[in-house]
T-cell receptor, first 114, second 111 residues
Framework: ETGVTQSPTHLIKTRGQQVTLRCSSQ?????VSWYQQALGQGPQFIFQ???????GRGNFPPRFSGLQFPNYSSELNVNALELDDSALYLC?????????????FGNGTRLTVT | GNSVTQMEGPVTLSEEAFLTINCTYT??????LFWYVQYPGEGLQLLLK?????DKGSNKGFEATYRKETTSFHLEKGSVQVSDSAVYFC??????????FGKGTRLSVIA
């Protein structure tokens, strides 16, 4: 069974640029959730995708957007990067939409904005 | 809204010491409660969970009991090992809401 994989592992961008982070879900999982984990903080929910549709969103501005593909992999896009966007971005896959199935996390992408 | 409060770290213990990490919560409805662990350079792994009052979750020697009367879910282990060094997160979901995490507690176990 292949787990959740994220790419790249590390990324450095400049303020104002755009970034795309990628996530491959665990085999058999059709739901992907994205979280932002700032240094020294717990993960904060960004949004969830289920069957290629957004299925819930946290308190993040519209410049955070996402996609889910027919194979259930997902992208997180962030436009107009700000210094405060520097964080570990975690992807988690699960089954069946919603939040009642266990989340399986990837190792994250560490984004640094300078 | 839903929230989780954990004891602040870091917590430093000697090997074989007893561990308690406190967690209290505020939630609407009847939440499910979780402990996740994050080892250095890795994502989060589910350590244990409890879905109703008085349930005890357990895994790898760790235990936590869902206490509705005190809105708590404290993590305990009787004898910690160096390999338990990690960051521990308490979390909850209620009514199919996304997981809400505490800020995490860093545990360092020294030989």
């Amino acid at each position: 069974e292949t787990g959740v994989t994220q790419s790249p592992t590390h990324l450095i961008k400049t303020r104002g640029q755009q970034v795309t982070l990628r996530c491959s879900s665990q085999s058999g999982h059709n739901t992907v959730s994205w979280y932002q984990q700032a240094l020294g903080q717990g993960p904060q929910f960004i949004f969830q995708y289920y069957r290629e549709e957004e299925n819930g969103r946290g308190n993040f501005p519209p410049r955070f957007s996402g996609l889910q593909f027919p194979n259930y992999s997902s992208e997180l896009n962030v436009n107009a990067l700000e210094l405060d966007d520097s964080a570990l971005y975690l992807c988690a896959s699960s089954e069946g939409g919603g939040n009642n199935s266990p989340l399986h996390f990837g190792n994250g992408t560490r984004l640094t904005v300078t | 809204g839903n929230s989780v409060t954990q004891m602040e770290g870091p917590v430093t213990l000697s090997e074989e010491a007893f561990l308690t990490i406190n967690c209290t919560y505020t939630a609407t409805g009847y939440p499910s409660l979780f402990w996740y662990v994050q080892y250095p350079g890795e994502g989060l792994q589910l350590l244990l969970k409890a879905t109703k009052a008085d349930d005890k979750g357990s895994n790898k020697g760790f235990e936590a009991t869902y206490r509705k009367e005190t809105t708590s879910f404290h993590l305990e282990k009787g004898s910690v090992q160096v390999s338990d060094s990690a960051v521990y997160f308490c979390a909850l979901t209620s009514g199919n809401t996304p997981l809400v995490f505490g800020k995490g507690t860093r545990l360092s176990v020294i030989a």
